[in-house]
Structures are given as structure tokens and as C-alpha cells.
């Protein structure tokens, strides 16, 4: 199967800006509730921000009014656009469906002065 691929990762400044995407082949965006996780070094994995297959959101307390999730089913892609990043921000950042499918690879995003 074809897995889920991340993009838009780079290092920041705190306060700074970042905008993910996630691209899948099979038409899944329109089928499964989906979800960007985040796993910083030795950590547990964590559900950062979820959206529902009729567009409902939801988000971990620590994102909250700067992190907007959105996806566009008929071209297959999900975004996180991210504002006003903090160093805690700091981690690999996955997309994936729920139930969980393959996951990607990631991408990292470094968040530092």
C-alpha cells in the first residue's frame, strides 16, 4: 500500500509559521475520519489535531486557537497550518486515518531561537 506522505517540515523561530501537508493515493480522505499525531524523542505519541469526515475539529489543549486543521477530500490532501510555534512544538509531525493505517515517514518540524 501506498503510505502517507508528509511534507512541510522545517526549523523556525518561536512565534514563527509552518503550514503541513498530507497526500494519499485512494481516494481514503473521503471515507476516514483523519488526524495529524506528533512524537517528539522518547515520548509517546500524540493526537495533535483530529477532523471528522463531515469537517468537525478538535484539538489538543496545548494547540488551541494556533493550529487549524482542514482537508480537501476530492484532491486527497490535509493540512495543519501552524502559528505562532513554540519550542514544545518541536517534533515529527504524521498524518494517518482512523482506524490507523501505514504511517509515513513524517516530517520534521524544529522549532527554535
Known amino acids: 500500500q501506498v503510505p502517507f506522505v508528509e511534507s512541510g517540515g522545517g526549523l523556525v523561530q518561536p512565534g514563527g509559521s509552518l503550514r503541513l501537508s498530507c497526500e494519499a493515493s485512494?481516494?481514503?480522505?473521503?471515507?476516514?475520519?483523519m488526524g495529524w499525531y506528533r512524537q517528539a524523542p522518547g515520548l509517546l505519541p500524540e493526537l495533535v489535531a483530529g477532523i471528522r469526515k463531515d469537517g468537525s475539529t478538535r484539538y489538543a489543549n496545548s494547540v488551541k486557537g494556533r493550529f487549524t486543521i482542514s482537508r480537501d477530500n476530492a484532491k486527497n490532501t490535509m493540512s495543519l497550518q501552524m502559528n505562532n510555534l513554540e519550542s514544545e512544538d518541536t517534533a515529527v509531525y504524521y498524518c494517518?486515518?482512523?482506524?490507523?493505517?501505514?504511517w509515513g515517514r513524517g516530517t520534521q518540524v524544529t522549532v527554535s531561537s
Open positions: 485512494g481516494s481514503i480522505f473521503a471515507t476516514y475520519d
Open positions: 494517518n486515518r482512523d482506524p490507523r493505517g501505514n
